[in-house]
Every structure is written in C-alpha cells, then in structure tokens.
C-alpha cells in the first residue's frame, strides 16, 4: 500500500486504535523521551504511536513511535507481517544457489536488475506539499522545530529520524541514510555519518577530490516506507529510494531543493538544505545511543543550513534510542525480514536469521541452516563476516535447520547444549561497529562465530550425538483430546 504522505499512514493508525494524542502540554527536554521509553517498554497493548500536539516552545506537533511495533512497522511497508517483506522479495528475484564463482559474483547485480525491472524508479515533479514554506537567507533556521533533547548528559537537542541525502561526488550515484544529526546552533548541525556508512564514503571521495563542498538534504516525513527506507543496509548501486517505490507499489515522488543540487522526498513534511566542508570538523555527542550506553564525543562533519523548507503546518517526525527494545528494534526487524532472500542469494543453506534485542543489532546474530557436510557452519560464520555490514556483527551462532533461532529461549537451550567451548568456537578481529564501545580500538576489535549445530563425526565427534526427548504423537494427540476432563485449566 502507498500512502500519500505521513498524514495518510496517520489515518490508518487512528483509525485502527494505534496512535495516541497527547494534549496536555509537554517539554522537548527530556520529558518525551522518558514518556515514550515507558511506552516502548510497557505491556504491548499499551505500545502505541504518540503525537504531541502541544510541544513547550513550537507550533508543531512531535509525532513518535509511529514504527514501534510489528503491526505498525509492517503497514509502514505494505504489508500486514513482517515475514510478508520476505516472501515479497524472494518472489522478485531467483533464489536458486549458485554454481561456481561466476554465478555467485554476478548474485550481486540480480537485486539491482530485479528492482529497476518493476519500473518504480522516483519521478520528479515540478511543485511539492514540502515546500509551501520556503526559507532562505537569514531566514533558514531551524528556529520553532521542536527537536529534542533525548538524555540528560547528550550534547545537544537531536535530528533523529532523518532521510539524508547525498550523491557520490565521482558518479553522482545518489545514496540514502539515516543519520543521527546534532544542533550546534539554529544554522549549524553535526552530521554523524559513521565510517562504514555512504555519506562518510562520500565525504572521503570529496576530500580526495579537493572538493570544497557536499551537498546534504535532510528530509523528515513523507511515506513511511521513504523514512524507512535510509536505515536500510543496501549494497552499493542501489537507490533506497528505487526499493522504496517497489515496497509502496508507485514511483516515490521528489522535488528539486531549492539551494542545493539535489533532490528530495516530495511529500515529505520538512526539509533542511545545506552543505558539508570536507576539511571541517566539530565534536559532536555525547549521544545516548541504541547500545544502552552514551557514545563519546568525536569529530564529525559539520553541516551549513542553505535553506529550510516545509508544510504550512508540518508534523515534526522524531525517534529515541536508548536499552531495548525501542522503534528502532522493529525499522531493524523490517530490514531482518527483508535482506534474508538477499543472504540466501550468497548462502542457499540459510534457513532463518534473528538479531535478538538484547544484541542491539551487531553484537548478535542467530542462523538456521541446512548442514550439509563437516564445516559448514564455519563456512556460513566467515561467509556472513564477508556480507556487506554484516561485517561489523560481533557474535554469530549457527543452529541446524530445525532450531526456531526466533525463539530465545530454544535457541539459547540448543547453543549452551550443543557447543564444546574448545573446539566450537571462531576468535577473530576485524571491523566492529564505530558505536562499540567494548574494542579496544576504535571501529576494529574482536568477533566470536559459534558453531551450535549437532556435529559430525568428520568433525571429529565420535561418541554418537544423542536424541532429542519427545513424546509419541499418539500420546500428544490422546491427551490434547482429554485435558478438560483432567480439570487442569
């Protein structure tokens, strides 16, 4: 389903006893942040998206959680489950495990070819909902935007739910992200565009290039499948906003900025137009980030407001992040659900991944697989350390196929159960995300691959591996049939 705007997507929530209107009159400084943790904490049914429409200091409403569930998350995307995206993109393009080198390398363009073949590349347009308001000059200042500060020891209020962006300075090949930004000032912002992200490659060619300027477009709104679509991992080559119109079913629309060469989400709610000097520099955090912990302060880009433009009344979109689970677990569930046929074009064998919460994402990952001979699962450890982000994951467990790694509690029983610590283990160093606070050196650390598959004896395993405990099916069947006579319940 594509939805106009924010706006549309809003409706249906409302409609469906998902969003919450908060009346009363709130503070941006802290005071939201420790309502919506409690939400995103609290009993489910109670976990709704919230929209503040009185903010101390603004005229805009503050909408969040809007993505907090998986309910919510999956009409965000079209569809009704989130196992939905999966089977959605395993039909777009062919499954079939590769023969060869050959065939695996050209694995990589099939997602590419499959995406630009639907025909839902963006279009632009000539007038736009997001710029009925246009500042300029003096007047392009983030001044009356209620921007939040999150936690009491953050640097600053901050940008959280962003679509920023940018174009490859060499091919102009348009790159997507989402990107915490810091306020400086009402005309200065931190771009926090980490090492391994697209907007930091952009800047690095830049510099290389001698180039004087970058520019940047952060848009806030707009389909949720848009703002979605920047925290989405993609290969390089490949435009977020090209799977965007595939998850919505319709080309996403954009409009030329008005100071920048760029091009932004049309309907988007507002946006904010600058430029980035590569040879410039400025601190930016400390951020209370998805780790659970504060991320120190460090040298980032600095952004230059050119322009900022909006709706004549405009809903601020915003996130926190802090201990799971917050939104930012179920936009990383949408993304899970989404790239595993995009895993299996490179390991057939993979049945099902899980990032469990705790592991906030790249501190831990759970693989089923179909193990085929002695090895494989270190095969599948390696080969997943070598998948695109999936080599910042600090920890990776194997399971067989029939191990349901979305169950915790089974998952962990078959792991404790299952390894030899001496010899079922992977210890290597290699890139770590830039977050980590637990490396030693900065973006580079330890990794730990866990083989909890039922071994072999061309693994070296020689005494038999033992069988599972389970009851007849007949005895299952005969007492399911009896169990009200039994006056258990």
Avoid at 138 to 160: M, N, R, S, V
Avoid at 170 to 190: A, L, P
Avoid at 449 to 454: F, P, S
Wanted: charged letters at 25%.
């Amino acid at each position: 389903m594509a939805y106009r705007d924010l706006r549309h997507f809003l409706e249906r929530l409302e409609k469906a006893g998902e969003l919450r209107r908060i009346t009363v009159p709130v503070d941006p400084y802290l005071e939201i942040t420790e309502i919506t943790d409690r939400v995103c904490k609290g009993p489910p049914a109670k976990n709704k998206a919230l929209l503040f429409e009185r903010v101390k200091g603004s005229d805009m409403p503050v909408l969040i959680n809007a993505l907090g569930s998986p309910r919510r998350m999956a009409w965000a995307l079209g569809v009704e489950h989130l196992d939905e995206l999966r089977d959605n993109l395993a039909r777009l393009i062919d499954l079939r495990l590769p023969q060869g080198l050959g065939p695996a390398l050209s694995r990589a363009g099939d997602l590419v070819a499959a995406l630009r073949s639907i025909g839902l590349k963006p279009r632009i347009v000539g007038k736009a909902p997001v710029q009925e308001v246009v500042k300029t000059g003096d007047e392009a200042t983030l001044a009356g935007i209620p921007i939040l500060t999150c936690w009491p020891e953050d640097g600053g209020p901050y940008i959280t739910m962003t679509t920023v962006i940018t174009r490859d300075p060499v091919t102009r090949v348009r790159n997507v992200g989402m990107y915490r930004v810091q306020v400086y000032d009402e005309r200065t912002v931190g771009m926090h565009w980490q090492l391994h992200k697209g907007g930091a490659e952009h800047e690095r060619l830049a510099r290389e290039q001698g180039r004087e300027r970058i520019p940047v477009a952060i848009s806030l709104g707009g389909d949720p499948a848009v703002m979605w679509s920047g925290s989405a991992p993609l290969p390089p080559g490949i435009d977020e906003f090209l799977l965007a119109g595939w998850l919505r079913g319709r080309p996403v629309e954009l409009v030329r900025c008005i100071t920048q060469p760029l091009e932004v989400p049309a309907q988007a709610e507002i946006v904010i137009e600058g430029y980035v000097d590569p040879a410039e520099s400025r601190l930016e955090g400390p951020f209370g980030d998805h780790t659970g912990f504060y991320t120190p302060p460090a040298p980032y880009p600095v952004l230059h407001i050119t322009a900022v433009t909006h709706r004549r009344q405009p809903i601020y979109p915003t996130t926190i992040v802090g201990k799971p689970p917050m939104e930012d677990y179920w936009m990383g569930k949408a993304t899970e659900r989404l790239f595993l046929p995009l895993m299996k074009l490179f390991q057939g064998e993979i049945v099902d991944v899980n990032m469990p919460p705790p592991g906030v994402f790249h501190n831990l990952l759970f693989v089923s697989i179909k193990k085929r001979y002695p090895g494989h699962a270190r095969k599948v450890i390696n080969g997943l350390w070598g998948l695109g982000l999936m080599m910042l994951t600090k920890c990776i467990v194997v399971f067989d196929e029939d191990v349901d790694v979305q169950n915790l509690d089974e998952a962990l029983f078959h792991m404790f159960g299952n390894v030899d610590w001496s010899r079922d283990v992977i210890i290597q160093e290699g890139p770590v995300d830039a977050l980590d606070h637990a490396s030693y050196r900065f973006a580079f650390g330890g990794k730990i691959g866990i083989d909890a598959t039922r071994k072999l004896p061309e693994e070296g395993y020689t005494r038999g591996w033992p069988t599972p405990i389970t009851m007849r099916d007949d005895v299952r069947e005969r007492v399911t049939r009896r169990w009200a006579q039994y006056g258990l319940d």
